[in-house]
């Protein structure tokens, strides 16, 4: 299979090697000339993973059309804040029988559109064209072969099993869904989780603590994603509670990353400085909007929106989350 992936960052870079690595044909499209030159000329990408040797049959580029000419996949892997911008430059080079597989976790905080709205809207793409791919992978890991599983969402099964059994291999495994909605809410949302758990990390509050964010917080998303359309269940699976654990508790996550130094009493631009984007943090003003529209109570994505808008003191953010008022466990 011929494959386009479109962001050389971490995971388009992760995703491209995995891809290659199981015998696919795969151009790179890299915004940056010295990233196209690196793998080109190096197999290595020189701004992210450098210390990645990727496949022969990875090849990097700067045209987005020479990038998907030819492509049966071409995977969305950018910042969601980027993604629409990507896809309106892809509407007239996107192959007419070519699925679009969005690897992109995250809302626009413009629209409060999801990568699959943004396509339908930007491209006109028919809903059986798009496949969300989400599940706890990091890229590193990835990368270098570790195992790993993974979600392809398609209103078509097809389309889902087809991708499944191409993108499949000895390290990295994928089950199918038919539930979109939920699968992208899922990738979302545990982003804001993460920096909460980070947070937690950072205040020393310990471990009994940490239980109960990502516990209240799976309950939380879990919450907006059924009343926004997703299925229960999908919450508990790998786009869900799989995710949720890794980017919670894993040294190589970025939101996680970004909640601990904030704990520790960094200041956010600093914080926020540097070439990799934690999507967790335009998202929680996303998911709050969300949220307000659907008539959804999240007291922890709350929390860490007033902290990221420099409104509300980590300490003083766990203090109104214990003094909430109580109430029973298990009602969505």
């Not at 388009?12 to 196209?36: I, K, S």
């Not at 492509?71 to 629409?84: F, I, N, S, T």
């Not at 269940?233 to 894993?250: H, I, N, Q, S």
């Amino acid at each position: 299979m011929r494959a386009a992936v479109l962001g050389a960052g971490s995971w388009g870079t992760g995703l491209a090697a995995h891809l290659a690595g199981t015998g696919h044909d795969v151009r790179l499209w890299a915004h940056e000339p010295e990233v196209v030159d690196g793998i080109n000329r190096l197999h290595r990408n020189p701004l992210y993973l450098p210390e990645v040797e990727l496949p022969a049959g990875v090849s990097a580029t700067g045209e987005l059309a020479a990038a998907v000419t030819g492509a049966e996949a071409v995977l969305l892997v950018v910042p969601v804040q980027l993604a629409r911008r990507v896809l309106a430059g892809l509407g007239a080079v996107l192959p007419p029988e070519a699925l679009l597989v969005s690897a992109s976790k995250g809302i626009e905080v413009a629209t409060l559109s999801r990568p699959d709205e943004m396509a339908a809207s930007e491209l006109g793409l028919p809903r059986e064209r798009f496949v969300a791919l989400s599940g706890p992978s990091f890229a590193r890991e990835v990368a270098a072969g570790l195992p790993a599983a993974a979600v392809l969402a398609s209103a078509d099964e097809t389309a889902a099993r087809r991708l499944q059994e191409a993108l499949s291999g000895p390290t990295f495994r994928f089950y199918t869904s038919t539930d979109v909605v939920g699968v992208e809410l899922a990738g979302a949302l545990k982003n804001v989780i993460a920096i909460a758990a980070g947070l937690t990390t950072g205040l020393g509050l310990g471990s009994n603590a940490m239980a109960a964010l990502l516990t209240r917080g799976l309950h939380e998303i879990t919450r907006l994603g059924v009343r926004l359309g997703g299925r229960e269940e999908t919450f508990r699976g790998l786009a869900g509670m799989g995710d949720l654990v890794l980017t919670c508790t894993g040294q190589l996550s970025r939101n996680r990353r970004v909640g601990e130094r904030l704990g520790r009493g960094e200041p956010l631009p600093e914080v926020l400085s540097g070439r990799e984007v934690a999507e967790g943090v335009p998202t929680a003003g996303a998911a709050l909007a969300l949220a307000s529209r659907a008539g959804v109570e999240m007291p922890i994505t709350a929390a860490v929106h007033a902290i990221l808008e420099g409104r509300l003191d980590p300490r003083a953010a766990l203090d109104a989350l214990m003094t909430r008022e109580l109430k029973d466990e298990a009602s969505l």
